[in-house]
Each structure stands twice: as C-alpha cells, then as structure tokens.
C-alpha cells in the first residue's frame, strides 16, 4: 500500500523533509540564543545607566579595553576637545533613520591622556569627499558626561573597515586604529590614548548640533527587540513538528488516492464495451 513511498518523488520529499526538522530546530535555538543575550545585555545596559557617574579612566587604560559589563556605564571627564584632529564616521542614521555622520573628537585629559568622544550625529554634506563642516565644541577646559563604549570592530558590528576613505574619515570607531592613524598625522594628543569612547550625552550643543545618540532606553530601535527573538523561536519549533505531520497527511492522501484508483480500475475495464470483434451477430 505505501510502496509508492520508494517512488524518486517521495524519496527526494522525505529528504527534504529530514534535512528541514533539524535546521528549523536549530533556527529556533538559535532565536532563543539571541533573546538570552538581548536579555543578559539589556540587564547590563540598564545596571550602568542607572549606576552614579563615575571618571572615565577609572574603567579604562591606554591601550586596554572596556569591560563587557562597564558599557553605557555614565562617566565624566575633564579636559578639552582636540578639534584640530576631529574625524567623522561615516554611514550613521539618527532617531530618524537619516543617513549622515557621527563626530569623533579627541579629548585630552589634564593627565595629558586622551579619550576618544562621540559628539553626535550630523547630515551628510553635499559632498562625499569633502570634510564637513561641524559646530564647535565648547572651548577650554570643560567636563564631559557620556556613556562608555567598547572599541568597535568588523566581527561585532558587521562593518567592514574598507581604506582608501577620504582623509579624516573612518568606518568604525576603534581607538586603537584611530589612535594610530592620528599618531601618522603628528597629533601629540594621540600618543596616550585611552581604550573605547564615550557616547556625549553632557555638555549638550549649542543650536542642538551635533544631535546627541538617545541611549538604548530612548532609541525605538531598541525598544523590544529582546521579547520578539522568543515567539520566534518557539516558531521555528512548531515549524519543525508540522514537517513530520505534514508529510505523514501527504502520505495518508497518497495512498487513499491510490486505493481508490485501484478499486476503480477493475470496475471500469467491466462495464467498457467489448471489442468489435467479439460482439454476438
């Protein structure tokens, strides 16, 4: 009854089917995987801003790196913005998904050490070879507020850092590439600088220019990401179980349509007309 099951057709259905029960199961692990990380960091996010501000260079060092649970943690600096050696990250949108430009000014520290900060976002100019032009920082020595980042880079942000970028221009925010590229091009506020940068979120600018990046809590982006990753996951799941009890009903209708058919061909070859040959005269 089920011999048809050995047919090239269903052969290559029950295949697929095999193949697709494992991939959906790990598609939904997969999904479940990425809520518990949004979940793990967004407990993160929300320990650090909620957390009393504390000096930069306390959660940081030339050269070294950003602690995983110390980003978006509030901190302050003091000392002046390096405008002379400004920089702008291309390919960045605002709270309106507008594509423009993130400011990357230096911030030298009284100790001499130096800080890398993002300003905000500006549009794009006209050109997209010439440097901007970008408001000025408040000048002298001032006290900056901001949230602390993790150096950027290509495995975990997605972005490839391309070269051959018109001059002061760069793709990620990496301290330790900047840093060097900043070193080249003579910046004596370079020579110590510190790891990750700061997200400004305090002094705000004047005429709102640079606009300031909303923190994780403002950015819609943001807002329940975590909470759509479980109900796909347990998708991709009830995906898995319907293969099985799809192809078991596929199977079941085959085989009742062959069953009829096979019922039905004796009765229909009875009541077809004889040959003309064998008619009685």
């Given at each position: ?5 050995l ?9 697929m089917?095999?193949?697709?029960i ?22 993160v ?19 070294g790196s ?43 520290l ?9 300003r ?11 440097f ?8 002298g ?18 972005i490839?850092?391309v070269?051959?970028?018109p ?41 709102g220019?640079?606009?300031l990046?909303p923190s ?49 061909s ?9 040959p ?6």
């Open positions: 009854m089920y011999r048809f099951l047919t090239r057709q269903w052969v290559i259905l029950t295949l089917a095999l193949l697709l494992p991939t959906m199961i790990w598609l939904g692990f997969w999904q479940l995987h990425r809520h518990d990380h949004r979940q793990a960091l967004n407990k996010i929300n320990a650090s801003l909620a957390a009393k501000p504390v000096p930069a260079e306390s959660l940081t060092s030339v050269g950003v602690a995983h649970d110390d980003i978006y943690r509030r901190v302050t600096a003091k000392g002046h913005f390096d405008t002379a050696h400004e920089m702008v990250v291309r390919r960045r949108t605002n709270a309106d998904d507008q594509v423009g430009y993130h400011v990357l000014t230096p911030f030298v009284d100790d001499g050490r130096t800080l890398l900060v993002n905000g976002w500006i549009p794009s100019p006209a050109s997209q070879t010439a901007p032009d970008i408001p000025a920082p408040a000048a020595e001032i006290t900056v507020t901001g949230r602390l980042m993790q150096d950027e880079t290509t495995a975990a942000s997605g490839k850092n070269k051959g970028l001059d002061r221009q760069v793709l990620l925010i990496n301290s330790e590439q900047i840093g060097a590229q900043l070193r080249d091009a003579g910046a004596a506020s370079a020579k110590e600088m510190l790891g990750g940068y700061v997200e400004l979120t305090a002094p705000a600018p004047k005429g220019s640079p606009e990046i994780p809590k403002e950015d819609a982006s943001w807002i329940g990401v975590g909470d759509i990753n479980l109900p796909y996951a347990v998708q991709w799941w009830v995906f898995a179980a319907g293969v099985p009890l799809g192809w078991a009903v596929l199977a079941r209708r085959e085989a009742r349509e062959r069953a009829r058919a096979a019922k039905e004796p009765e229909a070859e009875a009541k077809s007309p004889a003309a040959g064998r008619q009685s005269a």
